[in-house]
């Protein structure tokens, strides 16, 4: 079996449908694997049991891997990173505010203070919001896998209140990617990034795509992720025999 020269981090099964059109774009040029991790709802909701998996499946590699991930995934990838530098080639964040807890279910608990709706209806609600139009699958289809998502990813947040994240960037090579269009990691939220970012660092936005942007911009979000690796990736010198 190839060793991986990139890993995805999935937090959110019932949304890693929309992972697909960009991680076939990716084999293409590299060998990818897949991460996942989900939570049932007899446990609590956790970040740190999240990374400490991670750790326990890359602590055995020789050699650094790149760390993709969307939303909550990429939060897992940002915290894995400063704990374990020395494990990450590479981070790119997909969708992922420099706040990092910011990430649509704090959006959703927002909203459930807000607006007199069902759950159901907020969340058809959220799904247009999270994807625009037209909706890649009915707004039921999108709210049942929402839902889902509440359930089974590591969030901080619930109904009872909205977690927070340290702020800061990492020691090593780091892309951020995220869309104009996107309600939950706006430009500002993108923009906050700068105070981050070292010099080999990149931020990068797509115009459109809104939060799930790397699902229907695949190509443009996979050319900007393969451009970052070659340039963050020192070439292997060459022998010259004299």
């Not at 947040?157 to 960037?169: A, T």
Request: glycine share 6%; hydrophobic share 40%; with cysteine.
């Amino acid at each position: 079996m190839a060793i991986p020269d990139i890993l995805w981090l999935s937090c959110s099964p019932s949304l890693k449908r929309f992972d697909q059109p960009l991680l076939r774009i990716l084999s293409q040029h590299f060998t990818v694997a897949r991460w996942d991790y989900s939570q049932t709802l007899d446990e609590a909701s956790s970040l740190n049991t999240a990374i400490v998996l991670l750790h326990d499946y890359l602590k055995h590699r020789k050699q650094p891997i790149h760390l993709v991930g969307h939303g909550i995934g990429g939060v897992v990838g940002l915290l894995y990173a400063r704990q374990h530098p020395e494990r990450v080639r590479s981070l790119t964040l997909l969708a992922v505010a420099a706040q990092p807890a910011a990430t649509w279910h704090a959006h959703y608990y927002v909203q459930r203070q807000l607006l007199p709706c069902s759950r159901p209806q907020l969340l058809a609600q959220t799904a247009r919001s999270l994807f625009g139009c037209p909706l890649p699958y009915s707004a039921k289809d999108l709210a049942i896998a929402l839902s889902k998502d509440l359930e089974t990813s590591p969030t901080p947040h619930s109904l009872l209140g909205l977690g927070s994240l340290p702020k800061g960037g990492v020691a090593v090579p780091l892309l951020v990617c995220g869309s104009l269009t996107d309600p939950v990691v706006d430009s500002l939220a993108l923009q906050d990034w700068q105070a981050f970012l070292k010099p080999i660092d990149q931020l990068w936005q797509c115009d459109q795509g809104h939060h799930f942007f790397h699902y229907s911009c695949a190509d443009r979000v996979g050319a900007a992720v393969m451009d970052f690796h070659h340039a963050s990736t020192p070439a292997l010198p060459i022998s010259v025999s004299l």
